[in-house]
């Protein structure tokens, strides 16, 4: 079991039975998906008690009943809180909390009743996340040309503060500008990239291969993910150094690096401390893989048919490419 197997498993022993049921029915959904739900559900229930007012409660004794017991006003209140508030993950949050109220609108208990008894604060959700997918579309197209620049600084434009990130840099400069690249290159999400060992990376046909989690059902799936030139170079720099141009081990792809030796696959979190150490000096604060990731998928969709989708983003026609492809003027 990996480590985000077993933060989620943590998190699921506190949670409602409600929040359990959505997490193991969501078949299509990766841990680390789940755990965030997870996370912007219990972030939601704090302020909420902060709002009234009240004592907080653990989260495994919010009931079905207190939650339909929430007001439309209390829904506009914390949509309000967020966007006061300017949060970088306001997009996330409001999205997080609309699935999983519209999981429970549709889900009946053991009594045949539906969980949810009435739907108004989902209008509220559903108003507000239509508003930021318009936004986070003119975002996301002055962003594209912004990636490639971004690439290109974390390969050879990143300017060491002190003679300690020097030596970092020197030794990972590869290994991080083949991260970034391969993320903006074939929108792979960092779950997906941590796990790649050095027998998936083919640069001869330009692609990686993996087992990808399934959203039609439970289990995974073999996927072969193409990448361009650009990503390519990068690699081929990165594995004629750090591996000798030996690709046929089960050796991580990306890994930490002791003093003298490789050291260990790099955790999902590490991932994600590169690219906003980068992000940072780059000036550009909301640069994280998630918007690389989307920033693919929006220039893929501009070329590609939708229906060939599915395999390379990762993603189902009827659910996440529809949205992305409803902002890119394609409708389904």
């Not at 789940?34 to 709002?51: P, Q, T």
């Not at 990448?227 to 890994?255: C, H, T």
């Amino acid at each position: 079991m990996d480590e985000d197997q077993i933060a989620l498993g943590k998190l699921l022993n506190c949670s409602p039975e409600f929040i359990k049921r959505f997490c193991y029915e969501k078949l299509e959904l990766a841990p680390t998906s789940k755990i965030s739900y997870i996370k912007d559900f219990e972030y939601f229930i704090n302020w909420l008690f902060e709002f009234r007012n009240k004592p907080r409660k653990e989260l495994s004794l919010i009931s079905m009943s207190f939650i339909n017991n929430l007001s439309k006003d209390d829904i506009e209140q914390y949509v309000q809180f967020l966007r006061d508030k300017g949060m970088k993950s306001m997009k996330r949050k409001v999205y997080s909390l609309r699935s999983i109220f519209s999981f429970l609108l549709f889900t009946k208990d053991e009594a045949g009743d539906y969980l949810l008894k009435h739907n108004e604060f989902i209008k509220v959700l559903r108003v507000e996340q239509e508003r930021n997918q318009i936004t986070r579309k003119h975002e996301i197209d002055e962003t594209r040309e912004e990636i490639m620049c971004f690439v290109e600084f974390v390969y050879q434009g990143y300017i060491p503060v002190n003679s300690y990130d020097e030596i970092f840099y020197k030794s990972n400069r590869l290994r991080d500008a083949s991260i970034v690249a391969l993320i903006a290159d074939t929108g792979l999400r960092l779950s997906e990239i941590r796990f790649l060992n050095c027998k998936d990376l083919d640069l001869s046909k330009n692609h990686v291969s993996f087992l990808r989690r399934n959203y039609r059902g439970p289990g995974k799936h073999f996927v072969q993910i193409s990448f361009g030139e650009k990503a390519k170079s990068i690699l081929l720099e990165y594995v004629r150094v750090d591996f000798d141009n030996d690709l046929v081990s089960n050796l991580p792809l990306f890994f930490t690096r002791g003093r003298n030796s490789k050291g260990s696959r790099l955790t999902r979190r590490a991932l994600a401390l590169i690219i906003e150490k980068y992000a940072d000096a780059f000036g550009k604060s909301v640069i994280t893989a998630n918007r690389i990731r989307q920033t693919f998928i929006l220039d893929y969709l501009d070329s590609n048919n939708i229906s060939t989708g599915e395999m390379q983003l990762g993603l189902s026609i009827t659910d996440m490419i529809g949205v992305y492809s409803k902002y890119n003027d394609f409708g389904i």
